[in-house]
């Protein structure tokens, strides 16, 4: 087994450690600054893990799964603001809307394999970006953004002072997404996706309908990007079209392959690196880090997607797998060299 | 120098052992032909021979070792491939894809316009429209037009009707006099007709080397191919 | 009818214009597999290129300097292309998702490096006044610029078509799009077209960038992106790997997008990734598409 047996316990103490620091006393995730960084991040981090569940687990390269995760900050916050709904059940209705979504454009993208689907989850995305960006019903405010009406959601997400429980919310959804994630890809249909990504014919050889299974994952993941999307409207206050540009879908694919796709806590480090890296490197490049460096050096490095990009091509060429890939070659060395 | 000997080939596809330490020899000058059931890695041989399918082992031409190297310095070294399924560029008319496989200073039109007259009057013809007979006239002109030190030829009848059969037979026929060829071929008759040697596959592996005079044999025939008849 | 002769040639600009990305992207992907993300940070260095020349080299503009500032962008792209193609895509050989994957890096880093030297600020690029102009089509008055795309894209895609036509290379990169794997089998080194395509799609979208950046008033290293995702539109509907499908669809797409914002503001975008959508459910190779990785 390459897993080290205290990786639970680990994983465990590492929550809760993180659940609890905000309310212990000085130290620096007292702070609303960095909670806020934190819980975006969280966020962030669970949202590539449903990523992963689509392009690790099941082998489907999507280019559109920022519509999903759009369409449930969108639709909440429409829920909210519009129709007056309570804000989980906007949560709620955000989330079943975009599952459904997600079967109708899903079952047309999987008509389609390899690079074609690719291109159609895409177009899908970009058709989404559209609609919100341009306020074709009237109902997202095209580029200026949609902020939520604080007054339907409760007291303590509101204020600077309650940063913290904002940040627990998020470690909690990416808590519920982890275990959920892990429940599906150990569930029997988790290992036909697998086998999917490996095989597809062996699938269809045992008398299942690989499209079916497909759909499935590209649905589960789908409604999970959407509840992570009403937890970001409330982290953040307000919905966004950036959050539905292919800008999204493309950070998250390099989330994935930064932290090393189909570990599970691969994507969910992976996307809480890359989140903390780039508002990190921005606030780094406002302050004066890089002022003594000469313009030419100080310019790109003072821009994340410079750092990140560079990191990015260095992993695909040089360390497939990422950060959990290199973690398990070298446990793997090290378990080995007993023997 | 142009034998060509191939010792403990293995080849993995998508996870599938398909050869399974094949090993074989085929001399200089003479006719070997592949034989075998449908399936059981004559066609995989070949394309690791080509350097078109990665394998482990050793093949070597002419004494080289060529099993590591890139398919294009195979070819260049003097290996003419007429693969299974023609696979002629359908979008290139057939004077374009001659024109693609000439290697040499002086290309061999007249052989392969001799042996295939029918060419001549559709220089100009999308190959991709062309009949099936045409299109292998068309893959096999392309290994003839260099000067090659080794022909592999992959079923060059498979699917044709037989007065076509017979036309590419007496071609095959004509070149197999004077080069060293490496021939997969179902029809027994043709077989009998240029092989010198035969070498029969089963599995993933080598279960047979001899003369093509065991081809009389119909027991052997049948168990070994599983096809009744040596008589066509 | 001015209306309508104005959107349509208006929209055959925009067309233009996208073919000049989606040519490059199609060869690219046609011949060797590889989804070329950072085809937007070609266009992008082709337009500060472009800019560079059309400010510090010749600082007064004229129909010359402009063609200069063209060619120079479309070198300068051109083997930025080459460059990525022999020091990263050719050591992913034939890891298709990878070699996509470093692209998408690479184009990070390419716009990064261009926003940290020059701002993310939107700069004017000077051309010849008569660029201007307008020109007029019985009752139809028409701006001068939708015809320069248009001529330079037509010369582009002549050129790109001899080359394929009448060259071994050309031959080479055609049959290389239906088989390569056939065509190392004939003895051929693939690798002299591999740095073909790229060099020409760079070119491309390179002189692209420059007219980009007419048609848009301004230069800025953010420019790629959203040209970027219209050029895979156009390839993937045009059929990957093909050159003249490229710029059927490009037109097609240009107009329609066109007309549709004509009735509906905002429409066009939307309709053109329901026409994706369409021809990918209906016909998935698209409408010349001549391979199926
Ligand atoms: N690309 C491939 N992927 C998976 N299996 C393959 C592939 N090519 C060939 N095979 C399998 O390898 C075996 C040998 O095929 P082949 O060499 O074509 O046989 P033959 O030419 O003797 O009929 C067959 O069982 C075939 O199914
Ligand atoms: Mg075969």
Redo the contacts between chains.
């Keep these: 087994m390459l897993r080290w047996k205290y990786s639970r316990p680990l994983l465990i103490a590492i929550t809760v450690i993180f659940a609890i620091l905000p309310f212990a006393g000085d130290n620096p995730l007292s702070k609303a600054g960095l909670q806020q960084t934190m819980a975006v991040a969280f966020l962030f981090g669970a949202l590539a893990l449903t990523y992963d569940l689509l392009f690790g687990f099941t082998g489907l390269?999507s280019f559109g799964h920022a519509l999903y995760f759009a369409s449930g900050i969108y639709v909440t916050a429409i829920l909210i603001n519009d129709f007056n709904w309570h804000f989980l059940l906007a949560i709620l209705g955000a989330v079943i809307f975009t599952a459904f979504l997600a079967v109708l454009t899903g079952s047309?993208a999987l008509?389609?394999t390899?690079?074609?689907f690719?291109?159609?989850t895409?177009?899908?995305g970009?058709?989404g970006h559209?609609?919100i960006a341009?306020d074709?019903g009237d109902f997202t405010n095209g580029d200026d953004g949609l902020p939520v009406n604080a007054d339907r959601l409760p007291d303590f997400f509101i204020g600077v002072v309650n940063t913290k429980y904002l940040y627990l919310l998020a470690l909690g959804i990416l808590v519920f997404i982890y275990f959920a994630a892990w429940w599906i890809t150990e569930s029997s249909a988790g290992r036909v996706f697998a086998a999917l990504r490996d095989n597809e014919q062996r699938v269809s050889v045992l008398g299942l309908n690989p499209n079916r299974f497909k759909l499935l994952s590209f649905v589960l993941s789908a409604a999970m990007a959407a509840l992570i999307g009403a937890a970001m409207l409330i982290v953040s206050g307000s919905a966004s079209p950036r959050y539905a540009s292919?800008?999204i879908t493309?950070a998250l694919?390099?989330m994935v392959?930064l932290g090393g796709p189909v570990t599970r806590w691969g994507a969910v480090l992976g996307g809480i690196v890359y989140s903390v890296l780039s508002t990190r490197l921005n606030v780094l490049s406002e302050g004066s880090a890089f002022d003594s460096l000469p313009?030419?050096i100080?310019?790109?490095?003072?821009?994340?997607?410079?750092t990140?990009?560079?990191i990015?091509?260095l992993i695909?060429?040089f360390a497939?797998g990422g950060i959990s890939g290199a973690y398990y070659r070298a446990r793997f060395k090290y378990l080995n060299k007993g023997k | 120098m142009s034998s060509l000997e191939v010792k403990d080939l293995h080849v993995t596809i998508n996870g599938s052992h398909i050869l399974q330490g094949v090993n074989f020899f085929v001399p200089e000058n003479k006719v070997t032909a592949l034989l075998g059931r449908n399936g059981v890695g004559k066609s995989t041989t070949l394309k690791a021979i080509?350097g078109?399918n990665p394998g482990t082992g050793t093949i070597k031409f002419g004494g080289t070792e060529i099993v590591a190297m890139?398919?294009?310095k195979i070819?260049?070294m003097g290996l003419g491939?007429v693969?299974e399924d023609r696979?002629i560029?359908?979008?290139?008319t057939v004077k374009?894809n001659l024109?693609?496989?000439e290697?040499d200073e002086k290309p061999n039109y007249e052989l392969v316009y001799s042996l295939f007259p029918e060419l001549l009057t559709r220089t100009g013809q999308r190959a991709g429209t062309l009949s099936g007979g045409q299109q292998q006239m068309v893959a096999i002109a392309?290994a003839l037009l260099?000067k090659n030190k080794i022909l592999l030829i992959d079923e060059p009848t498979k699917g044709l009707a037989p007065k076509l059969v017979t036309e590419v037979a007496n071609a095959l026929a004509h070149v197999a006099d004077h080069s060293t060829m490496l021939i997969v071929e179902q029809n027994l008759a043709l077989v009998k007709a240029i092989a010198q040697n035969i070498i029969v596959m089963d599995q993933g592996k080598v279960v047979f080397e001899g003369g093509p005079e065991n081809l009389q044999d119909d027991s052997f025939v049948k168990s070994m191919l599983g096809v009744s008849g040596g008589h066509k | 009818m001015s209306t309508f002769l104005l959107i349509l040639i208006t929209g055959l600009g925009l067309g233009a214009l996208y073919f000049l990305v989606a040519s490059g992207l199609s060869l690219i992907?046609g011949l060797m597999g590889v989804?070329n993300?950072a085809h937007g940070a070609f266009l992008t260095i082709g337009a500060f290129t472009g800019l560079w020349v059309s400010t510090k080299v010749f600082p007064n503009p004229t129909t010359w300097t402009f063609i200069a500032a063209m060619i120079a962008g479309g070198i300068t792209a051109g083997l930025f292309a080459l460059l990525m193609e022999q020091l990263?895509i050719n050591?992913?050989y034939n890891r298709h998702?990878?070699q996509a994957?470093?692209t998408?890096?690479?184009?990070?880093?390419a716009?990064?490096?261009l926003?940290?030297?020059f701002g993310f600020d939107a700069r004017f690029l000077p051309t010849p006044l008569w660029f201007m102009k307008a020109v007029t089509i019985g009752d139809a008055i028409i701006p001068i610029d939708r015809f320069i795309y248009i001529g330079v894209s037509a010369i582009l895609l002549i050129a790109m078509l001899s080359i394929l036509k009448f060259t071994?290379i050309g031959?080479?990169i055609?049959?290389g799009v239906?088989?390569r794997?056939?065509?190392?089998?004939?003895?051929?080194?693939?690798r002299m077209a591999f740095s073909t395509v790229f060099f020409i799609g760079g070119f491309a979208a390179g002189v692209g960038g420059v007219l980009i950046s007419v048609f848009s008033y301004g230069v800025s290293p953010l420019m790629g992106?959203s040209w970027l995702?219209y050029g895979?539109?156009v390839v993937?509907v045009g059929g990957?790997g093909s050159v003249a499908g490229s710029a059927i669809a490009a037109m097609l797409i240009g107009v329609t997008n066109q007309f549709a914002n004509y009735y509906v503001p905002?429409?066009g975008?939307?309709v053109v990734?329901?026409i994706?959508?369409a021809v990918?459910?209906t016909k998935?190779s698209g409408l010349l598409g001549?391979v199926s990785?």
């Design positions: 390269l047309a008509r389609t390899g690079i074609t690719a291109m159609v895409l177009a899908f970009q058709a559209v609609v341009r074709f292919a800008d493309i694919l390099l392959i313009s030419f100080g310019g790109p490095l003072s821009e994340p997607a410079f990140l990009g560079l990015f091509i695909v060429m497939p | 080509m078109l890139p398919t294009h070819v260049q491939y693969p696979e560029f359908a979008s290139l374009e024109a693609l496989a290697r392309r260099n | 992907y989804l993300f990263v050591r992913l998702i990878d994957l470093v998408v890096g690479v184009s990070l880093v716009t990064a490096l926003g940290g030297w071994r031959l080479i055609r049959a239906e088989n794997s056939m065509v190392t089998a004939l003895g051929i080194n693939v992106g995702i895979f539109i993937v990957m905002g429409l975008d939307f990734v329901i994706l959508a990918l459910l998935p001549k990785h």
